[in-house]
């Protein structure tokens, strides 16, 4: 058995989590790309040397998103989505330095949540995913379509047009049940659907330099990088929050195949609702806006990682990837490797703290060099910024169509913000379409096709009446007499 404090595997980890940060940050990159390639490379050496890489990338490469999003409005994926929409912000006031080191500290923090559930509650988050139906999935989707009322300016109408719009998108292609092609229009080219990484590209990086070209005459901001580090105090008022929201990252994290992307938008709903008094207005650089979803999508890491090492059963997309690593080396993810081979779950445990670790290091490096990109005057950076995106869109698939598609989404998108509407919840839409489309298929099977007794599943299951009781509050939440309520006098 070999420790997992030994010299070499700790390199590996630090290289693992350097490399994971930098491309996380790259859109177009994606952490299950970076894992899927370096499972080929790695399929020869021992086991604990693969995990160690493995774990570095993946837990660096989640970080690694909100750094694009923070500094071009970029995500460098689609965790970082909700980070964008106050990281931005801050940047433009020249606070770039303090986010990013804000959102470090945070997603650190939200890391040890995440690994503390795994090593000590992993069975308990296991059987409680478990209980999770179809039809709960389903509801979970529609969930997170109604809270991009939360991330469309306040207007739900436009929020929840902007998510159906992504949701329609997102059905382009074959039908995952009957392989019969969707709104492709005979097009050979459809039948693959339309990449949400190429989607979230033009849709964040082509709009954002359309918008900004009205704005070529104002000067760059000047970036504060003299205090990167936040304060003990700055910490200490944010960490409520960042426990709070890091909890909803750990069991969003231990649904199979929720992932990131869904927990970073619950809690920013989360933060939005339970704040009383932010920083500044949420989306104009709040810094819980910042605190609550880097929490959560890092601490959904840990909680990934939990049904896959004791169902055996994916969190998400990077722990199916690992699944198969495991496979590889003649493994088998599930109640006997936790039997059989306990060290190799504490092996894991243990190269995801010091991961943790390299990520406050390297992530609180580097962030003047990045905060360069910033103050580039904008006729040189927006320039930069297209070919960065083009070139992110082409590593997709090494396919210039999604190249098209990625102009395509940027002028549509740049349409979007003219007209007032946010691009985050088209992108959350596309997402969350094939896990409403697939969910609402499986829940309707198991009521043997019979509407009537699909619809009273819903109210005769405890936890399926809990998702659709929230999700009916977080509707009304969003009208106009919840609002004026909200904000009536309370009398003595």
């Not at 994916?314 to 493994?331: C, E, N, Q, R």
């Not at 298929?441 to 929230?470: D, H, K, N, Y």
């Amino acid at each position: 058995m070999i420790s997992w404090t030994s010299p070499y595997l700790i390199f590996l980890i630090a290289a693992g989590t350097f490399a994971g940060i930098y491309i996380g940050a790259i859109p177009g990159l994606s952490v299950t790309m970076a894992v899927s390639i370096l499972i080929s490379f790695t399929f020869k050496w021992p086991v604990n040397d693969a995990l160690a890489l493995i774990s570095g990338i993946f837990l660096g490469g989640v970080y690694g998103g909100s750094r694009s999003a923070i500094l071009l409005n970029i995500p460098g994926a689609p965790a970082a989505v909700a980070t964008a929409l106050d990281g931005y912000p801050m940047a433009k006031r020249g606070e770039a330095g303090a986010a990013i080191g804000l959102t470090t500290v945070m997603s650190v923090i939200g890391g040890f949540v995440g690994i503390a559930a795994l090593a000590i509650a992993a069975p308990a988050l296991s059987e409680f995913a478990l209980m999770f139906a179809p039809r709960d999935y389903l509801l979970l989707a529609i969930w997170g379509i109604l809270l991009v009322g939360a991330l469309s300016g306040g207007s739900l109408a436009k929020g929840i047009f902007a998510g159906a719009l992504g949701v329609l998108i997102g059905m382009v292609g074959l039908d995952p049940m009957t392989a019969e092609p969707r709104m492709t229009f005979g097009s050979m080219q459809l039948t693959a659907g339309i990449s949400y990484v190429a989607a979230m590209i033009g849709f964040f990086g082509v709009a954002e330099v359309l918008v900004q070209l009205h704005e070529l005459k104002l000067k760059a901001v000047k970036q504060n990088v003299s205090k990167i580090i936040p304060s003990w105090g700055l910490i200490r008022k944010h960490l409520p929050l960042s426990l709070r929201t890091s909890g909803i990252g750990v069991v969003v994290g231990a649904l199979p195949g929720a992932g990131g992307d869904i927990a970073a938008l619950l809690a920013y709903d989360h933060a939005k609702r339970s704040v009383k008094n932010p920083s500044h207005p949420f989306g104009q650089g709040a810094e819980e806006g910042l605190v609550a979803p880097e929490s959560a999508n890092n601490a959904a890491v840990g909680g990934a990682y939990i049904p896959m090492m004791t169902l055996g059963i994916p969190g998400d997309a990077v722990t199916a990837v690992i699944i198969g690593a495991l496979y590889i080396h003649g493994l088998k993810p599930g109640p006997m490797l936790m039997i059989e081979t306990p060290h190799l779950f504490w092996f894991i445990v243990g190269t995801l703290v010091l991961a943790n670790f390299f990520l406050l290091i390297f992530g609180l490096t580097g962030i003047k060099l990045f905060a360069k990109l910033v103050e580039t005057p904008k006729p040189i950076l927006l320039p930069m910024i297209l070919v960065l995106s083009a070139v992110g869109a082409y590593a997709i698939n090494n396919n210039p169509v999604d190249v098209y598609w990625m102009l395509g989404f940027g002028i549509f998108g740049y349409f979007l913000k003219m007209y007032g509407y946010q691009v985050g919840p088209v992108i959350l839409g596309m997402i969350l379409g094939p896990l409403m489309d697939r969910s609402y298929r499986q829940a309707m099977i198991s009521a043997e096709g019979q509407p009537v007794q699909f619809v009273t599943e819903f109210f005769t299951s405890t936890l399926s009446l809990v998702i659709l009781s929230a999700l009916v509050l977080t509707m009304l939440s969003q009208t106009k007499i919840w609002k004026r309520w909200r904000s009536k006098p309370t009398t003595n």
